[in-house]
């Protein structure tokens, strides 16, 4: 059974960082897109970050480009998101997902796993 693990959500004051671990088991996340995504209250599950499966390339939603990274350990199966100089607006439920396909997307629905979400809350 293919399952994500996510764990790192905390709450923590604007301009800290956290970050957030998603760590597979039943399947091998190289042979993976591996997808973050957020959805805050109210709105619309958000695309936040990607690392491709072909070269470990990677895409960032405008709001996030030079805070957060995203990165792979393929030999603990475990993909992370770092997050600095958080924001309140960065508070939201995060996701990881995997897309069993080798370039990036930021679309939800092609993603095929999902992980449970992680809370993730930027305030003073």
């Known amino acids: 059974q293919k399952k994500f693990v996510e764990s790192g959500g905390a709450l923590v004051q604007p301009g800290g960082s956290l970050r957030l671990s998603c760590a597979a088991s039943?399947?091998?996340?190289?042979?993976?897109?591996i997808g973050w995504f957020r959805q805050a209250p109210g709105k619309e599950r958000e695309g936040v970050s990607c690392?491709?499966?072909?070269?470990?390339?990677?895409v960032y939603v405008d709001s996030v480009k030079g805070r957060f990274t995203i990165s792979r350990d393929n030999a603990k199966n475990t993909v992370y998101l770092q997050m600095n100089s958080l924001k309140p607006e960065d508070t939201a439920v995060y996701y990881c997902?995997?897309?069993?396909?080798?370039?990036?997307?930021?679309?939800?629905?092609?993603?095929?796993?999902w992980g449970q979400g992680t809370q993730v809350t930027v305030s003073s």
């Open positions: 039943g399947f091998t996340l190289d042979y993976y897109t």
């Open positions: 690392i491709s499966a072909l070269d470990s390339s990677t």
């Open positions: 997902a995997a897309a069993d396909q080798a370039v990036c997307t930021m679309w939800a629905y092609e993603y095929d796993y």
